[in-house]
C-alpha cells in the first residue's frame, strides 16, 4: 500500500489537558505533475472521466488496506465564519483485523455528532474488543466498559476496513467529479481527485478531494459542507492513511479497568457484553 504521511496538531481531551499528537514519519509525498497520458489502469470504480462506482471503489479500498498493518485518522471539524469551533479525531492503529487500538481526543462540543468519530475508544488483543466510552451523557467516574468477541464482530474486511468502506461509499457518491492529475512514483499511480457537490439533502454548497492509488486505496478524502440548520458553519470530514511499521499495537492502560469491570481475563472468550455502549456505526 502507498503510504500518506502527516503529523497531526495537538487536541484537547474532554478534561481540557492537552494531548499532544504523535508523531509520523512522513512517506515522500507525490508532487503532482501534469500529465496527458491516461492509458494507465484504473482501479475498480474509476476511470479517466473520474469515479463511475463509488460503492465499488469503496469495496476495492477495503480489499486492499487488509493486506497489511496501517495507521488510519478520522477527522471532524466544525467552523463558524472560518474560525473552527470543534474538533474530533480518532486515530486508529491496526496490526491486523483482530488487534487493534483507538484513541479519541477533541475540544470544543460540535452542533451534531461527529458522523465518522466513534465515540468509544477500543483495544483488541485477538480474542477480545475492549470498548470504553469517552464522549456522551457520563459522569467523571462512571466511565464505562464492554468486552465483546472479536471473532463475532460484524465485519468482512475487519472492523475499521468496513466502518471505512461505508464511509468512502458515502463522501465519494457525488454528482460529479474528475482526475485533475495522475503520476507514477517509486512504482505506484497516484490519482488526484476533484469531488463535485454532494446530494444528500442535508448537505449544501459540498467539496472535497482525493488522493487514490492505482490499487485502489484512498489514501486521504476530505469533504467540507454546510448544513440547512447551521448558518455560517462548515464542516469537515477527513479520512487518512498514514505509515507504519509491522510492530504489533500496544495494549492501553485503561483495558487493566475494563478486564476488571468486564470479568473478562485477556483473550478470553466474552459470552455476553458487559455494560454495553454504542460504538460507532
Given amino acids: 500500500m502507498g503510504g500518506f504521511g ?25 508532487t503532482p505533475t ?15 472521466d473520474g469515479i463511475r462506482d463509488p460503492y465499488r471503489l469503496a469495496e476495492t479500498h477495503a480489499d486492499a488496506v487488509t493486506t497489511q498493518p496501517y495507521e488510519l485518522q478520522l477527522t471532524y471539524l466544525e467552523a463558524v465564519n472560518g ?26 462540543v460540535p452542533s451534531a ?29 462512571d466511565t464505562v466498559y464492554s ?30 467529479s474528475s482526475i485533475t492529475d495522475a503520476i507514477d512514483q517509486n512504482g505506484v499511480t497516484y490519482f488526484w481527485l476533484s469531488l463535485g457537490p454532494d446530494p444528500y439533502p442535508g448537505v449544501e454548497n459540498s467539496t472535497g478531494w482525493a488522493l487514490v492509488t492505482g490499487e485502489g486505496v ?23 492513511y498514514t505509515n507504519r511499521g509491522d510492530e504489533p499495537v500496544a495494549e492501553p492502560a485503561w483495558v487493566a479497568a475494563a478486564r476488571t469491570a468486564t470479568g473478562q481475563g485477556s483473550n478470553a472468550t466474552a459470552t455476553e457484553t458487559a455494560n454495553a455502549t454504542p460504538t460507532a456505526p
Fill in 6 to 30: 502527516a503529523s497531526a496538531d495537538p487536541v484537547e481531551d474532554a478534561d481540557g489537558t492537552a494531548t499532544p499528537a504523535p508523531t509520523v514519519t512522513p512517506a515522500p509525498t507525490p
Fill in 34 to 48: 501534469p500529465t496527458a497520458e491516461r492509458s494507465r489502469g484504473f482501479p475498480p470504480g474509476l476511470g479517466p
Fill in 83 to 108: 474560525t473552527e469551533r470543534s474538533r474530533r479525531v480518532e486515530r486508529v492503529e491496526v496490526a491486523a483485523p483482530v488487534n487493534y487500538v483507538t484513541n479519541v481526543s477533541g475540544r470544543g
Fill in 113 to 141: 455528532d461527529p458522523p465518522i468519530v466513534a465515540d468509544v475508544e477500543a483495544y483488541a488483543d485477538g480474542g477480545i474488543r475492549w470498548e470504553r466510552q469517552v464522549s456522551g451523557p457520563q459522569g467523571p467516574n
Fill in 147 to 176: 468486552a465483546t468477541p472479536t471473532r463475532t464482530a460484524r465485519s468482512r474486511h475487519g472492523y475499521y476496513a468496513d466502518r471505512v468502506e461505508r464511509y468512502l461509499g458515502w463522501y465519494l457518491s457525488v454528482e460529479n
Fill in 218 to 240: 484512498v489514501l486521504r478524502l476530505e469533504r467540507t459542507y454546510e448544513t440547512p440548520d447551521a448558518p455560517n458553519a462548515t464542516a469537515t470530514v477527513r479520512i487518512q
